[in-house]
């Protein structure tokens, strides 16, 4: 890296920006090299004059709470920027409109809802990620995603202009929208349903109680592996998976998951490599035995 380009973002930015940092333990597979600059944006004012300083140099990716991504072992060769404190506010708009910044976790929208009787928040308790990612990413579970919620979004593009895209004119589809990839969200407004406080914990209680029957927890894992192929067949991945796969394959410390084999675990120290042979080869096996090619929920970063 250019030792003045370097010297200007320490000088500009300070303690907020780092170099070759360690990504290893800012995702839950506990894998994963350095990033070539890594910054943490505590205010909106610092993170526009941030992407404006890097001016489409380098390529961006902005990290949450690491929950669904994979990391490779080599140098990220751009920036990971971390959204700060700032980025984690929730308030009430309204009676049934719920503002939140793009740091904050599911679960604490969840939570918040429940305290302000709001019902429609429920599935959000059981998707281990932030309000970024689950735009990103259009996140679900239990017949529920982001889009049956949201009202709006607000972001930057990659020439620091903040923008605001009604929900409306977002096209969402299974686990994806239309949105440019180079938009950082800031946050997002939802609209959600006045219920009974007893009502929204018995149902948050109950998709919980599901979740954790079905789905391992305080392990290295990453969620779903792979999205279900909804127009190829009525069955869901983890049975096409069950039907194909040795679910006893290891390649190094990579392994599924012993409670849904749509889970991948590091059941240790496993490698990048490891984990993406691991991911191949139960692609290859279930497209061998039922034809049906698998798509990587899980995002990669390398």
């Not at 928040?121 to 970024?132: A, D, M, R, V, Y």
């Not at 593009?157 to 589809?173: A, L, M, R, Y």
Request: with cysteine; glycine share 8%.
């Amino acid at each position: 890296m250019n030792i003045d380009y370097k010297k200007e973002l320490l000088n500009q930015f300070g303690s907020n920006v780092f170099f070759d940092y360690d990504l290893k333990k800012k995702n839950w597979f506990n894998i994963g090299g350095k990033s070539k600059i890594f910054y943490k944006a505590y205010s909106l004012k610092e993170l526009i004059n941030f992407i404006k300083k890097i001016n489409k140099k380098e390529k961006i990716f902005v990290l949450g709470a690491g929950s669904n991504i994979l990391i490779s072992d080599d140098l990220f060769d751009g920036v990971v920027i971390k959204l700060g404190k700032n980025f984690n506010n929730i308030s009430l708009l309204g009676e049934d409109i719920i503002v939140a910044g793009s740091s904050v976790l599911d679960k604490a929208l969840s939570d918040f809802a429940i305290e302000n009787e709001l019902g429609g928040f429920e599935f959000l308790s059981c998707i281990p990620g932030t309000i970024g990612g689950g735009i990103k990413m259009n996140a679900g579970c239990f017949g529920k995603e982001f889009k049956d919620i949201l009202v709006s979004v607000q972001a930057i593009d990659e020439s620091g202009n903040i923008i605001t895209i009604p929900s409306k004119k977002i096209e969402f589809g299974y686990r994806k929208n239309n949105l440019p990839n180079n938009l950082i969200f800031l946050s997002a407004s939802f609209k959600g349903t006045k219920d009974k406080r007893q009502k929204i914990i018995d149902i948050t209680n109950e998709l919980k109680t599901e979740k954790d029957k079905n789905q391992p927890t305080r392990i290295k894992t990453s969620g779903s592996t792979f999205k279900n192929p909804i127009s190829q067949t009525k069955k869901k991945v983890w049975e096409l998976i069950k039907e194909s796969v040795p679910l006893d394959k290891e390649f190094g410390d990579a392994c599924i998951s012993n409670k849904h084999c749509n889970f991948f675990v590091n059941k240790g120290n496993a490698t990048f490599n490891d984990m993406v042979k691991l991911i191949d080869f139960v692609s290859k096996k279930v497209f061998e035995k039922t034809g049906i090619s698998l798509e990587k929920e899980i995002k990669i970063l390398k």
